[in-house]
């Protein structure tokens, strides 16, 4: 029996669909490619990441239609998945603000498909978008995984509740 609020007229509320949702943890991941105009590293930071299927491989993430990196990551024939580590707070603050050089003191190294992988992830998945969903106030990106592999050890970023944290 549900305990919360109904709308009354169809409509549910924002933030409580926010708190609601709030309360299933999520990865969080940065979505980077080398921007084709500039040559510049360019990424955002993503807490809506999954596996889609292993044959083919494919992975999801969502990105808000406002996002202004998008567009400069999309421009890559191939962008990364990198998975961050409980550590990289900071990295994703970073990547998740607007504007400004998000990889200012940021040290990566090159995927095979030329990309930032983060110094300190856990993996990075090198992929190619498949298919673009509109979806609300996001995109569903569809990815084909053409390379992964691990990168450093630790525990995983996690969302949970408004906040980040690790997973012990």
């Not at 400069?72 to 962008?79: H, S």
């Given at each position: 029996m549900p305990t919360g609020p109904t709308p009354a007229n169809g409509?549910?509320?924002?933030?409580?669909?926010?708190?609601?949702?709030?309360?299933?943890?999520?990865?969080?991941?940065?979505?980077?490619?080398?921007d084709p105009r500039d040559a510049q590293p360019c990424g955002l930071a993503a807490n809506s990441f999954t596996?889609?299927?292993?044959?083919?491989?494919l992975v999801a993430f969502?990105?808000?239609?406002?996002?202004?990196?998008?567009?400069?990551?999309?421009?890559?024939?191939?962008?990364?998945?990198?998975v961050l580590a409980e550590h990289q707070r900071e990295v994703c603050a970073q990547l998740?603000?607007?504007?400004?050089d998000k990889f200012a003191g940021l040290e990566w190294s090159g995927s095979p498909g030329g990309?930032?992988?983060?110094?300190?992830?856990?993996?990075?998945?090198?992929?190619?978008?498949?298919?673009?969903?509109?979806?609300?106030?996001?995109?569903?990106?569809?990815?084909?995984?053409?390379?992964?592999?691990t990168h450093a050890d630790g525990g995983p970023l996690v969302f949970f509740q408004g906040g980040y944290g690790g997973f012990r």
């Open positions: 409509h549910l509320d924002s933030r409580r669909f926010r708190q609601v949702l709030g309360r299933f943890a999520t990865g969080v991941v940065a979505i980077t490619a080398l596996s889609v299927s292993l044959d083919p491989p969502c990105v808000a239609h406002t996002s202004t990196s998008w567009p400069r990551v999309r421009g890559a024939r191939v962008v990364t998945v990198n998740a603000s607007r504007g400004g990309n930032p992988v983060l110094e300190g992830a856990l993996a990075w998945l090198d992929c190619v978008v498949e298919a673009e969903h509109p979806a609300g106030d996001h995109t569903i990106v569809v990815a084909r995984v053409l390379q992964l592999d």
